[in-house]
Protein backbone atom coordinates (compact mmCIF):
# COMPACT_ATOMS: atom_id res chain seq x y z
CA UNK A 1 0.00 0.00 0.00
CA UNK A 2 1.34 3.50 -0.38
CA UNK A 3 2.03 5.86 1.49
CA UNK A 4 -0.85 8.53 3.03
CA UNK A 5 1.20 11.44 2.25
CA UNK A 6 3.46 12.23 -0.72
CA UNK A 7 6.90 12.13 -1.18
CA UNK A 8 7.93 14.80 -3.31
CA UNK A 9 6.00 17.94 -2.68
CA UNK A 10 8.45 20.57 -4.17
CA UNK A 11 7.37 21.37 -8.05
CA UNK A 12 10.95 23.32 -8.09
CA UNK A 13 12.96 20.21 -6.82
CA UNK A 14 15.79 18.73 -9.93
CA UNK A 15 13.08 15.63 -10.40
CA UNK A 16 10.65 18.01 -11.15
CA UNK A 17 12.04 20.36 -13.47
CA UNK A 18 13.80 17.64 -15.26
CA UNK A 19 10.44 16.03 -16.64
CA UNK A 20 8.47 19.62 -17.06
CA UNK A 21 10.66 20.17 -19.51
CA UNK A 22 9.86 17.59 -21.62
CA UNK A 23 6.61 19.11 -22.83
CA UNK A 24 9.25 21.21 -25.26
CA UNK A 25 10.15 19.19 -28.96
CA UNK A 26 13.76 20.12 -28.34
CA UNK A 27 14.49 19.30 -24.58
CA UNK A 28 12.62 15.46 -25.75
CA UNK A 29 14.81 15.35 -29.00
CA UNK A 30 17.68 16.02 -26.68
CA UNK A 31 16.81 13.49 -23.79
CA UNK A 32 15.28 11.14 -26.28
CA UNK A 33 12.11 11.04 -23.51
CA UNK A 34 8.14 11.98 -23.77
CA UNK A 35 5.39 12.17 -21.56
CA UNK A 36 2.73 10.31 -21.00
CA UNK A 37 -0.31 11.11 -19.17
CA UNK A 38 -3.35 9.63 -17.75
CA UNK A 39 -4.06 5.60 -16.54
CA UNK A 40 -4.37 4.18 -19.61
CA UNK A 41 -1.08 5.93 -21.52
CA UNK A 42 1.06 4.91 -18.23
CA UNK A 43 -0.36 1.39 -18.66
CA UNK A 44 0.84 1.01 -22.29
CA UNK A 45 3.67 2.19 -21.38
CA UNK A 46 4.60 0.69 -18.37
CA UNK A 47 3.64 -2.78 -20.49
CA UNK A 48 6.16 -1.72 -23.45
CA UNK A 49 9.56 -3.11 -24.26
CA UNK A 50 11.60 -1.99 -26.62
CA UNK A 51 13.58 -3.75 -29.60
CA UNK A 52 16.47 -4.55 -26.83
CA UNK A 53 14.24 -5.74 -24.24
CA UNK A 54 14.80 -2.59 -22.05
CA UNK A 55 11.31 -1.17 -20.22
CA UNK A 56 10.35 2.00 -22.15
CA UNK A 57 8.46 3.56 -18.76
CA UNK A 58 11.20 4.64 -17.05
CA UNK A 59 9.92 6.94 -14.40
CA UNK A 60 5.96 7.59 -12.86
CA UNK A 61 5.02 10.64 -10.77
CA UNK A 62 1.48 9.67 -9.02
CA UNK A 63 -0.60 11.56 -6.50
CA UNK A 64 -1.31 9.63 -3.77
CA UNK A 65 -5.08 9.42 -4.68
CA UNK A 66 -4.44 7.80 -7.99
CA UNK A 67 -1.08 5.75 -6.70
CA UNK A 68 -4.90 4.55 -4.81
CA UNK A 69 -7.16 3.94 -7.63
CA UNK A 70 -4.68 2.68 -9.82
CA UNK A 71 -2.90 -0.31 -7.62
CA UNK A 72 -2.13 -2.22 -10.76
CA UNK A 73 -0.27 0.45 -12.80
CA UNK A 74 1.60 1.46 -10.03
CA UNK A 75 2.70 -2.42 -9.45
CA UNK A 76 4.10 -2.66 -13.28
CA UNK A 77 5.90 0.36 -13.28
CA UNK A 78 7.53 -0.64 -10.03
CA UNK A 79 7.74 -4.00 -11.62
CA UNK A 80 9.28 -2.55 -15.03
CA UNK A 81 11.92 -1.20 -12.97
CA UNK A 82 10.75 2.57 -13.11
CA UNK A 83 11.30 4.98 -10.43
CA UNK A 84 8.47 5.81 -8.94
CA UNK A 85 7.65 9.16 -7.21
CA UNK A 86 4.37 9.30 -4.96
CA UNK A 87 3.88 13.31 -5.37
CA UNK A 88 1.76 15.80 -4.36
CA UNK A 89 -0.72 17.21 -6.64
CA UNK A 90 1.22 20.24 -7.09
CA UNK A 91 4.15 18.41 -8.39
CA UNK A 92 1.94 16.61 -10.83
CA UNK A 93 0.30 19.30 -11.80
CA UNK A 94 3.64 21.04 -12.57
CA UNK A 95 4.51 18.30 -14.40
CA UNK A 96 1.07 17.86 -16.79
CA UNK A 97 0.14 19.43 -19.99
CA UNK A 98 -3.75 19.27 -19.60
CA UNK A 99 -5.65 21.35 -17.51
CA UNK A 100 -7.60 18.91 -15.41
CA UNK A 101 -4.37 16.48 -14.82
CA UNK A 102 -5.16 12.99 -13.97
CA UNK A 103 -2.80 12.13 -11.22
CA UNK A 104 -0.44 9.83 -13.34
CA UNK A 105 2.34 11.00 -15.04
CA UNK A 106 5.16 8.47 -16.69
CA UNK A 107 8.45 9.68 -18.56
CA UNK A 108 9.00 7.16 -21.44
CA UNK A 109 11.84 6.46 -24.13
CA UNK A 110 11.26 6.94 -27.55
CA UNK A 111 9.71 4.26 -29.82
CA UNK A 112 10.16 4.86 -33.11
CA UNK A 113 11.43 2.54 -35.66
CA UNK A 114 14.00 2.63 -38.49
CA UNK A 115 12.56 3.21 -41.52
CA UNK A 116 14.01 0.41 -43.26
CA UNK A 117 12.73 -1.79 -40.33
CA UNK A 118 9.31 -0.85 -41.46
CA UNK A 119 10.45 -2.00 -45.16
CA UNK A 120 12.06 -5.32 -44.35
CA UNK A 121 8.95 -6.56 -42.30
CA UNK A 122 6.68 -6.06 -45.89
CA UNK A 123 3.97 -4.63 -44.25
CA UNK A 124 0.62 -4.54 -45.66
CA UNK A 125 -1.24 -1.63 -44.65
CA UNK A 126 0.20 1.73 -43.98
CA UNK A 127 -0.25 5.52 -43.19
CA UNK A 128 1.48 8.18 -44.04
CA UNK A 129 1.36 11.40 -42.79
CA UNK A 130 2.60 13.92 -44.77
CA UNK A 131 2.50 17.93 -44.01
CA UNK A 132 0.13 17.20 -40.58
CA UNK A 133 0.56 19.68 -38.02
CA UNK A 134 -1.87 19.59 -35.94
CA UNK A 135 -0.66 17.16 -32.85
CA UNK A 136 -4.08 16.07 -32.25
CA UNK A 137 -4.79 14.63 -35.70
CA UNK A 138 -1.63 12.85 -35.71
CA UNK A 139 -2.02 11.03 -32.71
CA UNK A 140 -5.81 9.93 -33.65
CA UNK A 141 -4.44 9.04 -36.86
CA UNK A 142 -2.60 6.82 -34.90
CA UNK A 143 -5.17 5.91 -32.97
CA UNK A 144 -7.18 4.64 -36.00
CA UNK A 145 -4.38 2.75 -38.45
CA UNK A 146 -3.75 1.08 -34.48
CA UNK A 147 -7.20 0.17 -34.98
CA UNK A 148 -7.94 -0.89 -38.37
CA UNK A 149 -4.84 -2.85 -37.87
CA UNK A 150 -2.32 -1.29 -40.01
CA UNK A 151 1.09 -2.62 -39.55
CA UNK A 152 2.96 0.92 -39.62
CA UNK A 153 2.59 4.50 -39.56
CA UNK A 154 5.13 7.15 -41.19
CA UNK A 155 5.58 10.81 -39.78
CA UNK A 156 7.51 12.67 -42.85
CA UNK A 157 9.81 15.49 -42.22
CA UNK A 158 7.20 18.09 -42.53
CA UNK A 159 4.94 16.63 -39.99
CA UNK A 160 4.49 17.57 -36.42
CA UNK A 161 6.95 15.62 -33.53
CA UNK A 162 4.89 12.48 -33.10
CA UNK A 163 5.83 12.79 -29.27
CA UNK A 164 4.13 15.97 -29.03
CA UNK A 165 1.76 15.49 -25.75
CA UNK A 166 -1.36 16.62 -27.53
CA UNK A 167 -0.29 13.82 -29.70
CA UNK A 168 0.18 11.48 -26.73
CA UNK A 169 -2.47 11.79 -25.36
CA UNK A 170 -4.75 11.25 -28.50
CA UNK A 171 -3.28 8.26 -29.91
CA UNK A 172 -5.02 6.73 -26.41
CA UNK A 173 -1.97 4.34 -25.90
CA UNK A 174 -1.69 3.49 -29.99
CA UNK A 175 1.65 4.94 -29.34
CA UNK A 176 2.50 1.69 -27.64
CA UNK A 177 0.97 -0.59 -30.16
CA UNK A 178 2.58 -0.24 -33.52
CA UNK A 179 5.95 0.61 -35.53
CA UNK A 180 6.21 4.48 -36.29
CA UNK A 181 9.13 5.96 -38.38
CA UNK A 182 9.87 9.57 -38.30
CA UNK A 183 11.48 12.26 -40.13
CA UNK A 184 11.37 10.23 -43.80
CA UNK A 185 11.05 12.71 -46.83
CA UNK A 186 7.95 11.70 -48.23
CA UNK A 187 9.74 10.99 -51.50
CA UNK A 188 12.02 8.16 -49.68
CA UNK A 189 9.01 7.10 -47.72
CA UNK A 190 7.07 6.49 -51.38
CA UNK A 191 10.40 5.22 -53.12
CA UNK A 192 10.50 2.96 -50.31
CA UNK A 193 6.99 1.41 -49.88
CA UNK A 194 6.39 0.99 -53.74
CA UNK A 195 9.96 -0.82 -53.84
CA UNK A 196 8.89 -3.46 -51.20
CA UNK A 197 5.78 -3.84 -52.96
CA UNK A 198 3.22 -1.42 -51.53
CA UNK A 199 0.86 0.14 -53.58
CA UNK A 200 0.34 4.21 -52.69
CA UNK A 201 -2.86 5.99 -52.24
CA UNK A 202 -3.31 9.76 -51.52
CA UNK A 203 -6.49 10.63 -50.22
CA UNK A 204 -7.52 13.64 -51.25
CA UNK A 205 -11.03 15.28 -51.72
CA UNK A 206 -10.00 16.35 -55.01
CA UNK A 207 -8.73 13.00 -56.54
CA UNK A 208 -9.81 11.65 -59.55
CA UNK A 209 -10.64 8.07 -58.14
CA UNK A 210 -13.80 6.79 -55.53
CA UNK A 211 -12.92 4.86 -53.00
CA UNK A 212 -16.67 3.34 -53.27
CA UNK A 213 -15.50 2.29 -57.21
CA UNK A 214 -11.98 1.08 -55.62
CA UNK A 215 -13.99 -1.01 -53.59
CA UNK A 216 -16.67 -2.15 -55.90
CA UNK A 217 -13.33 -3.24 -58.67
CA UNK A 218 -11.47 -5.19 -56.15
CA UNK A 219 -8.71 -3.18 -55.92
CA UNK A 220 -8.28 -2.76 -52.56
CA UNK A 221 -6.50 -5.78 -51.30
CA UNK A 222 -3.34 -5.42 -51.85
CA UNK A 223 -0.30 -3.92 -50.26
CA UNK A 224 -1.68 0.05 -49.14
CA UNK A 225 -0.08 3.28 -48.05
CA UNK A 226 -2.27 5.80 -47.63
CA UNK A 227 -0.83 9.16 -47.69
CA UNK A 228 -2.87 11.78 -45.99
CA UNK A 229 -2.16 15.56 -46.15
CA UNK A 230 -2.38 18.73 -44.23
CA UNK A 231 -5.46 19.64 -42.47
CA UNK A 232 -6.30 23.11 -43.69
CA UNK A 233 -4.60 22.63 -47.86
CA UNK A 234 -4.53 18.58 -48.13
CA UNK A 235 -1.74 16.96 -50.36
CA UNK A 236 0.50 19.49 -52.75
CA UNK A 237 0.48 18.45 -56.11
CA UNK A 238 3.94 17.21 -55.99
CA UNK A 239 3.16 15.05 -53.30
CA UNK A 240 -0.13 13.72 -55.17
CA UNK A 241 2.13 12.97 -57.88
CA UNK A 242 3.82 10.21 -56.39
CA UNK A 243 1.30 8.44 -55.31
CA UNK A 244 -0.39 5.53 -57.59
CA UNK A 245 -3.88 7.06 -57.58
CA UNK A 246 -5.53 10.04 -55.89
CA UNK A 247 -8.50 8.79 -54.40
CA UNK A 248 -11.59 10.51 -52.97
CA UNK A 249 -13.87 9.31 -49.89
CA UNK A 250 -17.43 9.80 -51.80
CA UNK A 251 -19.65 12.92 -50.05
CA UNK A 252 -23.30 11.50 -50.50
CA UNK A 253 -24.81 13.94 -48.22
CA UNK A 254 -24.74 17.81 -47.90
CA UNK A 255 -21.75 17.86 -45.84
CA UNK A 256 -18.74 20.10 -47.58
CA UNK A 257 -15.86 17.75 -46.21
CA UNK A 258 -14.30 15.39 -43.68
CA UNK A 259 -12.00 16.33 -41.37
CA UNK A 260 -8.53 14.56 -41.82
CA UNK A 261 -9.11 11.76 -39.04
CA UNK A 262 -12.34 10.82 -40.28
CA UNK A 263 -11.26 10.36 -43.62
CA UNK A 264 -7.82 8.55 -42.69
CA UNK A 265 -10.32 5.95 -40.59
CA UNK A 266 -12.94 5.72 -43.45
CA UNK A 267 -9.79 4.81 -45.88
CA UNK A 268 -7.82 2.69 -43.51
CA UNK A 269 -10.93 0.43 -42.71
CA UNK A 270 -11.68 0.21 -45.94
CA UNK A 271 -8.22 -1.17 -47.04
CA UNK A 272 -8.29 -3.45 -44.25
CA UNK A 273 -11.80 -4.87 -44.53
CA UNK A 274 -10.77 -5.84 -48.59
CA UNK A 275 -7.30 -6.87 -47.22
CA UNK A 276 -9.41 -9.55 -44.93
CA UNK A 277 -11.24 -10.85 -47.56
CA UNK A 278 -7.95 -11.67 -49.13
CA UNK A 279 -6.50 -13.06 -46.44
CA UNK A 280 -3.91 -9.96 -45.36
CA UNK A 281 -4.62 -8.03 -42.82
CA UNK A 282 -2.88 -7.90 -39.55
CA UNK A 283 -5.82 -7.87 -37.22
CA UNK A 284 -6.99 -11.43 -38.86
CA UNK A 285 -3.42 -12.84 -39.15
CA UNK A 286 -3.17 -12.39 -35.17
CA UNK A 287 -6.67 -13.45 -33.98
Request: net charge negative; with cysteine; proline share 6%.
Amino acid sequence: MPPVSPELISPRSARVSAARRLAKRNFRGKDRLFLAEGPQAVREGAGHRGADGSATLVELFATVEAAERYPDIVGEARAAGARVHLASEEVVAEISTTVTPQGLVGVCRFLDTPFEEILAARPRLVAVLAHVRDPGNAGTVLRCADAAGAEAVILTDASVDLYNPKAVRASVGSHFHLPVAVGVPVERAVAGLKEAGVRILAADGAGDRDLDEELDKGTMGTPTAWVFGNEAWGLPEETRALADAVVRVPIHGRAESLNLATAAAVCLYASARAQRASGGCRSVTES
